[in-house]
């Protein structure tokens, strides 16, 4: 399972989710496949990410991150990913 962290661009708008299939999920945002918020805004930048065992420990996982304040969120993305590159291209070669 994984949690993960889109952007419209650096500093831009937000979006978290869960999913068992990231490459998967994240061309749908890409494609922008499902009518929603991430069509509406064009988040499409994958620019954080984790990796969960247990899809209780995922979704728990989310909860608290979008519980989060957005310095908070915008810190945690820097910390491993300063230039906000879009990952997607990393996870898929």
Same mark, same amino acid.
Do not use: C
């Given at each position: 399972m994984f949690?993960? &962290?889109?952007?419209?661009?650096? #500093?831009?708008? &937000? =979006?978290?989710g869960v999913t068992r299939d990231l490459i998967r999920r994240v061309s749908q945002h890409k494609?922008?496949?499902t009518p929603g918020f991430t069509s509406r805004y064009d988040? #499409? %930048?994958l620019v954080w990410f984790?990796? =969960? #065992?247990?899809?209780t420990t995922a979704i728990a996982r989310e909860k608290d991150i979008?519980? !989060? %304040? %957005?310095? !908070?969120?915008? %810190?945690?993305?820097?910390e491993n990913n300063p230039d906000w590159r879009d990952l997607?291209?990393?996870?898929t070669q």
């Amino acid at each position: 399972m994984f949690v993960y &962290l889109m952007a419209s661009r650096k #500093d831009g708008t &937000l =979006y978290f989710g869960v999913t068992r299939d990231l490459i998967r999920r994240v061309s749908q945002h890409k494609a922008k496949s499902t009518p929603g918020f991430t069509s509406r805004y064009d988040v #499409d %930048r994958l620019v954080w990410f984790e990796i =969960y #065992d247990e899809p209780t420990t995922a979704i728990a996982r989310e909860k608290d991150i979008k519980k !989060w %304040r %957005r310095a !908070w969120k915008i %810190r945690s993305i820097e910390e491993n990913n300063p230039d906000w590159r879009d990952l997607y291209d990393e996870i898929t070669q």
